[in-house]
């Protein structure tokens, strides 16, 4: 799949996400994520630089309340990094800071 002129693209250092076409790329390789993932890729990508809530990631990528005991926005953060490790095994490009949530 290939962007047109109007195609949202998403960067953030070495990640480029084309919402609209569901493409995600690190290192200019295609990565093969599940919806979720994708999802919360995109949710960090679009915030660049800003530390965003679990709440938050749940809110715009589950569409619901984050429950105290769900860890489901850690576990695909985590499926992420795995992903993005593969790729690009020199960087971490997701960035935790406890109590607070997760930044690219």
């Known amino acids: 799949m290939t962007a047109t002129d109007d195609t949202e693209v998403l960067r953030s250092g070495e990640l480029e996400v ?3 076409i569901g493409l995600a790329r690190a290192g200019g390789q295609p990565l093969t994520l599940s919806v979720r993932e994708f999802g919360v890729l995109c949710a960090l990508v679009r915030r660049e630089g800003r530390v ?15 429950r105290p005991e769900d860890r489901s926005v850690d576990v695909y953060v985590h499926k ?8 690009l095994p020199d960087r971490r490009l997701i ?3 406890f109590g607070f949530g997760y930044r690219v």
Request: aromatic content about 6%; overall charge negative.
């Open 18 to 20: 084309l919402p609209e």
């Open 52 to 66: 965003v809530s679990r709440e938050e990631l749940f809110a715009e990528v589950w569409g619901g309340t984050l």
């Open 80 to 87: 992420l990094r795995v992903k993005l490790g593969a790729v």
């Open 95 to 97: 960035h935790t800071h």
